[in-house]
């Protein structure tokens, strides 16, 4: 058994500025920990959003999810691989649904052991809407989660 409190640390990303801030938090911690860090986001899709009578013909629904994971991947790799330090083990991954649910379900398969995520993302009508991602991730995940607060700097 390794000495290390975390082995395996996932960052989720909707992203907000709040989670550009906890990146920063996560990619210093794996690196002090000498842990993997999963790099995550989850594409909402049409059929996990609480309004489910849109029809979207499956083809284009198809070649838009195709086109948006990779255009995420991107975003991904220029937002926050590229400011991880040389040799830091990472992994992307990208998942779609609702996004508290498929963040929990990823921590419980992949066994992690800290999730490191901003504190506030949506706003407004939005958070009305689907909650809060964070609030519902630190109820149920079945471990540790860091929850970052967006701070203004002058």
Not at 106 to 113: A, K, L, M
Not at 117 to 140: E, N, P, Q, W
């Amino acid at each position: 058994m390794s000495d290390n409190l975390y082995r395996s640390i996932a960052f989720c990303t909707d992203f907000s500025d709040n989670a550009d801030e906890a990146f920063t938090a996560a990619k210093d911690l794996a690196w002090r920990y000498g842990a993997t860090l999963h790099l995550v986001h989850v594409m909402v899709t049409f059929t996990s959003a609480p309004i489910r009578e849109i029809y979207v013909p499956l083809e284009m629904d198809m070649h838009f999810v195709e086109r948006a994971t990779e255009a995420v991947k991107t975003t991904m790799e220029e937002r926050y691989v590229r400011r991880l330090r040389e040799k830091q083990p990472y992994e992307l991954h990208i998942l779609s649904g609702y996004p508290a649910s498929e963040i929990v379900r990823f921590v419980q398969e992949n066994s992690i052991d800290l999730v490191v995520m901003g504190s506030h993302g949506l706003t407004g009508i939005a958070h009305v809407l689907f909650g809060s991602t964070a609030d519902r991730v630190v109820r149920k995940a079945p471990c540790s989660v860091l929850t970052v607060r967006f701070t203004k700097k002058d």
